[in-house]
């Protein structure tokens, strides 16, 4: 039997920065996601940009990576009347 990498893991080496992603990974608590773009990937942590900040994720608590759409387009703000 050969040792493989996990998808998710090939996805993220292969994946060009600035892809929308999502990112499924373990805490404490159990399990959540970091949607956004990632904007780095190194050996050891993904990052990606969420709407509120810069999420670092350890690759080692990753269970599931994948792209998904771009966002669709925000709502016009309502007139007030």
Same mark, same amino acid.
């Given at each position: 039997?050969?040792?493989? $990498?996990?998808?998710?893991?090939?996805?993220?080496?292969?994946?060009?920065? /600035?892809?929308?992603?999502?990112?499924?990974?373990?805490?404490?608590?159990?399990?959540?996601? $970091?949607?956004?773009?990632?904007?780095?990937?190194?050996?050891?942590?993904?990052?990606?940009?969420?709407?509120?900040?810069?999420?670092?994720?350890?690759?080692?608590?990753?269970?599931? $990576?994948?792209?998904?759409?771009?966002?669709?387009?925000?709502?016009?703000?309502?007139? $007030? /009347?």
């Amino acid at each position: 039997m050969t040792s493989q $990498a996990p998808d998710f893991r090939q996805f993220l080496d292969n994946a060009p920065l /600035g892809t929308r992603v999502v990112v499924r990974y373990r805490i404490p608590e159990g399990l959540t996601d $970091a949607l956004g773009d990632l904007v780095g990937i190194t050996a050891a942590e993904c990052t990606v940009r969420t709407r509120r900040a810069d999420v670092v994720i350890p690759l080692a608590m990753v269970v599931a $990576a994948k792209p998904v759409p771009p966002p669709p387009p925000r709502r016009a703000a309502r007139a $007030a /009347g």
